[in-house]
């Protein structure tokens, strides 16, 4: 494919310049794999060993759509939790006229009034997190503009254990998507359970798994700065949390990601074999643009903008998210087309223009494949 071809050339000119040292790639349609490549080595350092497919990378805010967002659609499907239901309802902190309104769709919209993050360091436990997020003063008006925040998907994952009476990342293995793909018998499936990074998507990496993660560098803020972090979380929110949180703390390869992205552009094309919670109604009312003003924010998922990491060639029906780590998974129904691209750029990397610069460029180049 000659797309691939400006497509690789592009990542390795990013490693080149140093903006990560490792990328994976997957690009497919609803049925099967079209690309799928490694490039660089897991640390810039030149006795490092080459990045590979098998190779699990800490997936950042992909957490949010990829876990957060299936496990709420799939309490939404059955009945166990509503969009409209009001936070106040679930966390005794959040009260006051300025946020009585504030619903679980607002949270997932990053529409709630919530800034992005807290102020002072991160707290230690739950209990603690609940009460800075549900005392702190609101950053602007709920539902007069969007501000994407972690702090809205932190009470998301705590919402959503409690409506589903189990901690997030079990909720997120009983999701019937997830357990569906486990199952297929091809080796690109996803397997929260692997022993190898082959076909992995988990808050708890195995032992043997985490030995081949995309290492990370603490940021200065990071109680943990100084050491390089393999296998575990590189966000501090989540860390301070366990490593599972509803907007980070998520570890995958991209054959799983893949896999994920497979069931979910089909169940997006009308696809009535997609299993729960990915129906054609419940994904086109997830991945539809929000009416807050300014916003191209749906719920959970971010949607196709010319000015988007996304570039300037997916149909208007695209819709994906990135995180910060290096990582990206954009899905376009209207072309039948998913793009997986997953990096460490926080392993010494380039800064988040350079990344978002260089993700832009890899899917133009793609526009045609």
């Not at 992005?116 to 709920?142: K, W």
């Not at 896999?259 to 997006?268: H, I, K, T, Y």
């Amino acid at each position: 494919m000659i797309g691939s071809d400006q497509a690789r050339q592009i990542i390795d000119e990013a490693i080149r310049n140093r903006v990560f040292p490792a990328a994976a790639i997957e690009v497919g349609d609803s049925a099967s794999v079209l690309w799928t490549e490694a490039r660089g080595t897991l640390t810039f350092d030149v006795a490092s060993p080459p990045a590979a497919i098998e190779t699990p990378f800490d997936l950042a805010s992909l957490t949010k759509v990829i876990a957060t967002t299936t496990v709420v659609m799939d309490l939404v499907r059955s009945g166990a939790l509503r969009l409209d239901e009001r936070v106040s309802s679930f966390f005794v902190d959040w009260r006051g006229a300025d946020r009585d309104t504030v619903t679980v769709e607002d949270l997932l919209e990053h529409a709630s009034g919530l800034s992005a993050r807290l102020l002072d360091p991160p707290p230690v436990a739950r209990r603690e997190f609940e009460h800075d997020i549900g005392t702190m003063p609101l950053e602007y008006a709920p539902r007069s503009r969007s501000v994407y925040s972690d702090l809205g998907f932190i009470l998301l994952g705590f919402l959503a254990a409690d409506r589903g009476g189990a901690p997030l990342a079990e909720l997120f293995e009983r999701v019937p998507v997830v357990r569906s793909v486990r199952l297929q018998p091809d080796r690109r499936s996803l397997d929260v359970h692997a022993d190898r990074g082959h076909g992995l998507l988990t808050f708890d990496l195995p032992l043997a798994a985490g030995r081949l993660a995309a290492p990370t560098w603490p940021l200065e803020e990071d109680t943990r700065r100084g050491r390089l972090l393999i296998g575990e979380v590189h966000d501090n929110y989540a860390a301070a949390l366990g490593g599972v949180a509803g907007h980070a703390g998520l570890f995958g390869t991209t054959p799983a990601v893949g896999a994920f992205a497979r069931a979910l552009l089909a169940g997006a094309r009308g696809g009535r074999n997609s299993p729960a919670p990915f129906s054609p109604e419940l994904v086109a009312d997830f991945t539809r643009k929000s009416a807050v003003p300014g916003s191209s924010r749906a719920l959970g998922w971010d949607t196709m903008l010319p000015t988007s990491s996304c570039g300037t060639r997916m149909s208007p029906q695209a819709f994906g998210h990135v995180g910060f780590s290096g990582t990206s998974l954009w899905i376009d129904p209207g072309r039948d087309r998913y793009f997986v691209l997953l990096t460490n750029r926080v392993c010494g990397g380039g800064t988040i223009e350079e990344m978002r610069a260089v993700r832009r460029a890899f899917h133009d180049a793609l526009g045609d494949v």
